[in-house]
């Protein structure tokens, strides 16, 4: 990608993109010689206890959910990145992604990845992109700063094809998580609205407190710095 143009330099702004784990993906093919679905199976989901997860272009297996859109069955559409888009995984599943989080990288005594490894995971990357704003990125994880006002640490990570969206998100420091998950393209903002909500009512039962259920709007906040002036710096709500 030498001679590519970019819209950007890095550490400017914030863009999501499956380039990176989609070179990852391949170097992981070229170095260990298998496949990348094969070798992730291997080493990672079934270590975890993950029996359903795979890595594939598209769903398949009699307990695949169907494809709907406007109550209509749609045909189903494959995935073109298999390493940052072609995970395909059930609610248990991915409440055992939970288990490794919560257990510092661990699960029933068994070590998946490094504890130094999964902090890292959990630190915030971007503190010094002054244009990414309120916007808090960890290592394949996002912050969920509109949940608890920062005074809770949750993060989270999307996923989604053409007919399905899914969410797992998940509160370390007390222990807690949630998957939600829909075979229907329902707008992102809803996922995470009923896992926030959900998270607030399991951290209610925990600990006796009331948390409002209601999206508490933070400001939105604009440093000087090396792309912002004096003339925008500022609060904006």
């Given at each position: 990608?030498?001679?590519?143009?970019?819209?950007?330099?890095?550490?400017?702004?914030y863009?999501?993109?499956?380039?990176?784990?989609t070179?990852?993906?391949?170097?992981?093919?070229?170095?260990?010689?298998?496949?990348?679905?094969?070798?992730?199976?291997?080493?990672?989901?079934?270590?975890?206890?993950?029996?359903?997860?795979?890595?594939?272009?598209?769903?398949?297996g009699?307990?695949?959910?169907?494809?709907?859109?406007?109550?209509?069955?749609?045909?189903?559409?494959?995935?073109?990145?298999?390493?940052?888009?072609?995970?395909?995984?059930?609610?248990?599943?991915?409440?055992?992604?939970?288990?490794?989080?919560?257990?510092?990288?661990?699960?029933?005594?068994q070590?998946?990845?490094?504890?130094?490894?999964?902090?890292e995971?959990?630190m915030?990357?971007?503190?010094?992109?002054?244009?990414d704003?309120?916007?808090?990125?960890?290592?394949?994880?996002?912050?969920?700063?509109?949940?608890?006002?920062?005074?809770?640490?949750?993060i989270?990570?999307?996923?989604?094809?053409?007919?399905?969206?899914?969410?797992?998100?998940?509160?370390?420091?007390?222990?807690?998580?949630?998957?939600?998950?829909?075979n229907?393209?329902?707008?992102?903002?809803t996922?995470?609205?009923?896992?926030?909500?959900?998270?607030?009512?399991?951290?209610?039962?925990?600990?006796?407190q009331?948390?409002?259920?209601?999206?508490?709007e933070?400001?939105?906040?604009?440093?000087?710095?090396?792309?912002?002036?004096?003339?925008?710096?500022?609060?904006?709500?």
């Open positions: 990608f030498a001679d590519e143009y970019t819209a950007y330099a890095p550490n400017v702004i863009s999501y993109s499956n380039i990176g784990p070179l990852l993906g391949h170097a992981i093919q070229h170095v260990t010689k298998k496949s990348y679905s094969d070798y992730l199976f291997e080493e990672v989901l079934n270590p975890m206890g993950m029996p359903s997860s795979f890595f594939s272009q598209h769903l398949k009699s307990h695949a959910a169907k494809n709907y859109q406007n109550g209509k069955l749609e045909r189903q559409l494959s995935s073109v990145d298999i390493p940052a888009a072609g995970l395909n995984s059930s609610v248990l599943d991915l409440a055992r992604l939970i288990m490794l989080v919560n257990g510092e990288g661990q699960i029933k005594q070590r998946i990845l490094t504890k130094k490894t999964m902090n995971m959990q915030p990357q971007n503190a010094d992109v002054a244009l704003l309120n916007l808090r990125l960890g290592l394949g994880w996002f912050f969920m700063d509109t949940a608890f006002n920062r005074r809770e640490k949750v989270f990570h999307n996923g989604g094809a053409a007919f399905h969206r899914s969410i797992v998100a998940a509160m370390p420091d007390r222990k807690l998580g949630v998957v939600v998950m829909m229907s393209p329902a707008p992102e903002k996922l995470n609205t009923i896992a926030e909500k959900s998270l607030k009512l399991l951290l209610e039962v925990k600990t006796g009331s948390f409002p259920l209601e999206q508490e933070m400001p939105v906040s604009w440093h000087k710095g090396d792309y912002i002036n004096d003339n925008i710096a500022g609060y904006y709500m």
